[in-house]
């Protein structure tokens, strides 16, 4: 299963449509009709930060967010997934 953020393969199945990525360090779940992929927040709750059609999601290579993963721009993220999500 390729991150839909960054592509990677190195991804861990946490349960049921449920990913991890070992490279941008984001969870995704995998629904039949989107991808949502999530960022862990410091006390261990996730956080939405975009969803795409499960068509472009895990092994389309398209990226959802870029900067995932990284502690900078958390707005600019969070701009860009709601972009993402409202198809703008």
């Known amino acids: 299963m390729k991150c839909p953020v960054c592509g990677s ?3 861990g199945l946490l349960g049921p449509g449920e ?4 490279q941008c360090f984001v969870e995704f779940a995998v629904g039949e009709n989107r991808v949502e ?3 862990v927040g410091e006390d ?3 956080v ?6 499960a068509a472009a ?3 389309s290579g398209l ?10 721009g958390r707005a600019d993220r969070l701009g860009e997934a709601h972009r993402i999500s409202s198809g703008r």
Do not use: D
């Not at 939405?48 to 059609?53: A, D, S, W």
């Not at 990226?63 to 900078?72: E, I, K, L």
């Open 44 to 46: 261990g709750t996730l």
């Open 37 to 39: 992929v999530y960022e």
């Open 63 to 72: 990226g959802v967010v870029s900067g995932v993963g990284s502690s900078a």
């Open 19 to 22: 990913f991890y990525c070992w």
């Open 57 to 59: 999601g895990p092994g």
């Open 48 to 53: 939405l930060v975009g969803h795409v059609p």
């Open 9 to 11: 393969r190195q991804t």
